[in-house]
């Protein structure tokens, strides 16, 4: 049960002191040097942790996306990390411009099982690590500082040792103080600082230094000054490379490191979509897909996005969220009816205007950029309007419906999804679209017209041959053009009727192009719209006033085809 007092329980974070901080100034106008942490980190927190099949499908994908660091077990603790390693460097896997890194303790067995399997590598990263912070010092080692400090440096002599022992390989070394952000910050210095001596680190050798927010446990700008604190603080800032490495425990991992990168990280650990321990490690797509929305390269390429996220979930066995930033199935999709709204201006003004900058409302990204189309950009349901309507029926079926028009359209389709309760596609959009508007074709039908004028005369006669309560009638009119004739001829045949307003665009292109003909008219004391399609526009427009005639005298209840059953 939750404490109605929990400070008797849990201590608030007691914050560094930098009230000169600079980093809340600072942009991120380059990237950091990525490391994939997903064959290490990620794959110790799976469920079943990858085979060797797996675990080689994950280092292709990163390989292909771009990294160039990739830590890929720790081959010290498990037959496959080990067995996975030797398959890697033996049939030469890795490419030139990759280093692989592997983990190990601070441990003389574990290091030395550690070399061995990496025996023959061209360059890779060895990475030690031991816990400075206080409550693992005391419960979990039984150590106090010097002790601490000494077991993080014998394993730093023994590594050097044994890197010297192999120059065949390009080797790096990398330390990391363990839960660095609950260490006392003056001991992560003296500490890093111990362990640079020892391993020898200079400008020209500089050795990694991951600085990990091993549980977060804290607000992000806690970490940026922390890591802040800790490079004006290190006695040697030129022979290292910060690196950092955020778990998500929080659900601020992604903005500790952007913030911990404003304050002088060089490097970022991470995962694809933040697989790790308990709820994981920082997101790179994430971070990598926030610089490029600046305007800055990640220097990784997530072009083809869905089919990376699809490899990420077989070789891990978990399925990413629908809604994670960038790639989820629906992160590109809006259902309310503002945002359609929006959306649909935005593609509108983009359209006239492709190469400008991305400026369409509620998309911070071209779903384009990602590999993904516009086509589940807007999905319709309850929560919708006629924006978002009018967008499927002009995107997916070429119907551009005047404003007035998709008002009273949207009413169709809002019933039918209060009716139904559930997503409207747009084929279900455009099927109560034509039961509204193209398919009444009683009491009145268009059978066919004949069109005649004098030379010289604007005017125009029309014929035509229509079917009224299933009888063929002649009639006939004459008017300024084929729709005010038509009209004419229905006035003279008895109807009470006249034009309002009248839209008309055509739909494809060449031989199957066809004409689309909006006509609102006033029928008896009712102003109604009717919609034709025709290869002629004449004949299309004269459907679409027999289209009105026709939803004028029906007394149909609305859609009525489009039911929860046609929707299972
Ligand atoms: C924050 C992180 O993610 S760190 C990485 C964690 N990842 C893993 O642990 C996955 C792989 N690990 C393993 O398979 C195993 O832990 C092994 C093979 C490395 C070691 O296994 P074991 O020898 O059985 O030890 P075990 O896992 O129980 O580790 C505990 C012992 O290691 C010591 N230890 C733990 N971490 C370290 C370290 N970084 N450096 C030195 N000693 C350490 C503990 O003090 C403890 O010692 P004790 O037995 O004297 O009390
Ligand atoms: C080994 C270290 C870097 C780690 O995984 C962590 O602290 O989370």
Redo the contacts with the bound molecule.
């Keep these: 049960m939750m404490l109605a007092d929990p400070s008797s329980k849990y201590r608030p974070f007691v914050a560094v002191d930098l009230p000169d901080r600079q980093w809340p100034s600072k942009r991120i106008e380059t990237p950091p040097l990525w490391c994939s942490v997903d064959l290490r980190?990620g794959n110790?927190a799976l469920i079943d942790p990858m085979d060797l099949e797996r675990k080689r499908r994950f280092f292709d994908l990163l390989v292909q996306v771009g990294f160039k660091q990739i830590e890929i077990g720790?081959p010290?603790?498990?037959q496959i990390d080990f067995d996975f390693a030797r398959e890697l460097i033996e049939d030469d896997l890795v490419p030139d411009d990759v280093t692989i890194q592997v983990?190990t303790?601070?441990?003389p067995h574990?290091i030395d099982r550690t070399f061995e399997a990496l025996k023959g590598a061209k360059k890779a990263i060895v990475h030690v690590?031991?816990?400075t912070d206080p409550v693992f010092r005391r419960v979990?080692?039984n150590v106090d500082k010097s002790d601490c400090i000494k077991?993080a440096c014998d394993?730093t002599a023994l590594i050097r040792q044994r890197m010297e022992e192999a120059p065949e390989t390009d080797w790096t070394f990398q330390y990391s103080p363990?839960l660095f952000t609950t260490t006392e910050m003056d001991f992560a210095v003296e500490i890093v600082d111990a362990v640079m001596e020892t391993y020898g680190a200079t400008a020209e050798k500089p050795m990694i230094v991951n600085l990990?927010a091993?549980v977060e446990c804290a607000t992000p700008n806690n970490y940026a000054d922390q890591v802040e604190w800790f490079c004006r603080h290190i006695s040697h800032r030129d022979h290292l490379i910060v690196s950092v490495h955020p778990h998500n425990d929080r659900g601020t991992g992604v903005a500790a490191a952007e913030l911990t990168v404003m304050a002088g990280a060089d490097r970022v650990e991470g995962t694809l979509f933040g697989n790790g321990?308990r709820t994981g490690n920082v997101d790179i797509v994430t971070l990598a897909m926030n610089l490029y929305t600046q305007g800055v390269h990640p220097a990784l390429d997530f072009s083809n996005i869905t089919p990376i996220m699809r490899e990420v979930e077989h070789c891990n066995q978990l399925p990413v969220h629908p809604r994670h930033p960038y790639v989820g199935d629906l992160v590109f999709t809006a259902f309310s009816g503002s945002h359609q709204d929006a959306i649909k201006k935005g593609m509108a003004v983009r359209r006239d205007n492709p190469d400008a900058v991305w400026e369409v409302p509620y998309l911070p990204i071209d779903p384009m950029d990602v590999g993904r189309s516009y086509e589940a950009v807007i999905r319709v349901n309850s929560q919708s309007g006629k924006g978002g309507i009018s967008y499927l029926l002009e995107q997916e079926h070429g119907i551009e419906l005047p404003r007035r028009l998709s008002i009273e359209f949207s009413q169709v389709v809002q019933e039918v999804a209060d009716r139904t309760g559930r997503e409207i596609t747009s084929q279900m959009i455009y099927q109560a679209f034509s039961d509204e508007y193209l398919d009444k074709t009683a009491p009145f039908a268009l059978i066919n017209h004949r069109l005649s004028s004098e030379p010289d005369s604007p005017r125009v006669h029309l014929e035509a041959v229509i079917e009224h309560k299933g009888q063929r009638q002649t009639i006939q009119g004459e008017g300024n053009g084929p729709l005010a004739a038509f009209i004419k001829a229905l006035v003279a045949y008895g109807v009470d009727v006249e034009i309002i307003d009248y839209h008309e665009h055509s739909r494809g292109q060449g031989a199957d192009a066809e004409a689309i003909a909006y006509v609102e008219v006033r029928a008896g004391e009712e102003s109604i719209f009717g919609v034709g399609i025709d290869e002629s526009i004449t004949s299309a427009s004269m459907k679409g006033v027999m289209g009105a005639l026709n939803r004028h005298l029906d007394d149909e209840p609305v859609a009525a085809n489009v039911t929860a059953e046609s929707l299972a």
Excluded: G, H, K, W
């Design positions: 980190d110790q720790f010290s603790a498990s983990l303790q601070a441990r574990l690590y031991n816990a979990v080692f077991i394993a363990e990990p091993t321990e």
